[in-house]
């Protein structure tokens, strides 16, 4: 589950923090705790920054659909 603080996170904060985690992962020399709370944190962080990317496709998709509808409209009217 997403905490709050999560949420509020922007997508380039999400994902450098998320950059941090697997290249400490990479890296090795944690102990198999620290690697598991690494691992579920890196999930959380990923999560975010799907949402965001989401949230962007769909604005998108719906700038894109508003501008096909108002040349619709356009060539209609000629």
Known sequence: MTSKVDEALGYEQARDELIEVVRRLEAG??????????????????KVCRRWLEGARARLDAALAEEQAEEEDATDSE
């Open 29 to 46: 020399g944690t102990t198999l705790e620290e690697s598991l709370a690494l691992w579920e944190r890196g999930e959380e962080l990923a």
